[in-house]
């Protein structure tokens, strides 16, 4: 793996790539591929990564990373949204 990162490396410095955007990009790679891996969910990706939740969170409006729109599973709706079970809807009445 050493040798992949060092061409990489090199690649990149005789590309003109400065060390801060290089960080950048490694780090914003390396957060969508964890949440990629962890099907965009943001407390197990954190847990992942050995950052706290909030830290994901400003990672992610830091690189501009839209979620909603890479996100390719439709997300459960909240319970206010979801219909009753018979039984609940008959004690309701």
Request: glycine share 2%.
């Amino acid at each position: 793996m050493q040798d992949h990162l060092e061409s990489l490396v090199l690649r990149m410095r005789k590309g003109g790539i400065r060390y801060s955007e290089a960080l950048r990009e490694f780090q914003r790679i390396f957060v969508l591929t964890v949440l990629r891996e962890q099907k965009w969910n943001q407390v197990r990706a954190a847990e992942t990564l050995d950052v706290h939740r909030n830290t994901l969170r400003r990672l992610i409006h830091q690189f501009q990373l839209d979620i909603r729109s890479l996100r390719t599973t439709r997300r459960r709706p909240p319970e206010s949204e979801r219909p009753l079970p018979l039984d609940k809807k008959e004690r309701a009445t």
